[in-house]
């Protein structure tokens, strides 16, 4: 009896011990896996950081459709997409956001008719209005691209309006509509826009007509 309670407990713990480690290896085993998705979840969300100033560079620009006029300050632009619409929702004034058109406004810069004359007031109200209506003859509901930029401080947007490879702008400039208002640093398109002032002066066109000299 003794011999077969002795065979007994050594079985015993022989397959105890088998048991042990098997669930100890069991063990590690899921400790390696758990590490290796968590290092594949830091690699995502080092990659998500990673591709983060490349999304903020696409968002400097905006595309729509040239809808209206309402100053000659700025023009107001049609976003179709309502889903790229919605997010300046929280952002703009109600004075740059249009709810029921669907339309953002898009401050022009460089430019201001409205500082541009001092010929009366009388002139100077003709003179607002009629580049206002010019720019709306020529672009309305043109397909425009803005380069702009958001200014969280009077929440609107300050841009280069594009339709195909005309910067309204700078064709602002070109007819005479505005000087150009050079502001603290020289844009990229400062040879572009001195030009067109250049080329104003030259053909006398809008302000720099021989009789407002």
Same mark, same amino acid.
């Given at each position: !009896?003794?011999?077969?309670?002795?065979?007994?407990?050594?079985?015993?713990?022989?397959?105890?011990?088998?048991?042990?480690?098997?669930?100890?290896?069991?063990?590690?085993?899921?400790?390696?896996?758990?590490?290796?998705?968590?290092?594949?979840?830091?690699?995502? !969300?080092?990659?998500?950081?990673?591709?983060?100033?490349?999304?903020?560079?696409?968002?400097?620009?905006?595309?729509?459709?040239?809808?209206?006029?309402?100053?000659?300050?700025? #023009?107001?632009?049609?976003?179709?997409?309502?889903?790229?619409?919605?997010?300046?929702?929280?952002?703009?004034?109600?004075?740059?956001?249009?709810?029921?058109?669907?339309?953002?406004?898009?401050?022009?810069?460089?430019?201001?008719?409205?500082?541009?004359?001092?010929?009366?007031?009388?002139?100077?109200?003709?003179?607002?209005?009629?580049?206002?209506?010019? !720019?709306?003859?020529?672009?309305? %509901?043109?397909?425009?691209?803005?380069?702009?930029?958001?200014?969280?401080?009077?929440?609107?947007?300050?841009? !280069? #309006?594009?339709?195909?490879?005309? %910067?309204?702008? #700078?064709?602002?400039?070109?007819?005479?509509?505005?000087?150009?208002?050079?502001?603290?640093?020289?844009?990229?398109?400062?040879?572009?826009?001195?030009?067109?002032? %250049?080329?104003?002066?030259?053909?006398? #066109?809008?302000?720099?007509?021989?009789?407002?000299?």
């Amino acid at each position: !009896m003794n011999y077969y309670r002795i065979l007994l407990l050594t079985s015993y713990f022989f397959f105890g011990g088998l048991v042990i480690e098997f669930h100890e290896v069991r063990a590690e085993e899921g400790l390696f896996k758990t590490e290796s998705i968590r290092q594949k979840l830091f690699g995502r !969300m080092d990659d998500r950081k990673k591709s983060k100033p490349l999304r903020t560079v696409s968002e400097k620009i905006l595309i729509g459709v040239f809808s209206r006029v309402t100053d000659s300050e700025s #023009v107001w632009i049609r976003i179709e997409s309502r889903s790229e619409f919605r997010k300046w929702t929280f952002k703009l004034s109600k004075q740059n956001l249009n709810l029921p058109r669907q339309e953002v406004r898009v401050w022009l810069k460089y430019i201001s008719p409205k500082l541009s004359i001092s010929h009366g007031k009388e002139y100077n109200v003709w003179f607002r209005k009629k580049a206002a209506f010019e !720019m709306q003859k020529i672009f309305y %509901n043109r397909q425009v691209r803005i380069d702009y930029d958001f200014s969280e401080k009077l929440f609107r947007l300050d841009g !280069m #309006v594009w339709t195909g490879d005309t %910067n309204i702008n #700078v064709w602002l400039i070109r007819n005479g509509w505005s000087f150009y208002l050079l502001g603290n640093e020289s844009p990229p398109e400062h040879d572009d826009l001195l030009a067109a002032e %250049n080329e104003a002066k030259q053909n006398q #066109v809008g302000l720099w007509k021989e009789e407002l000299q």
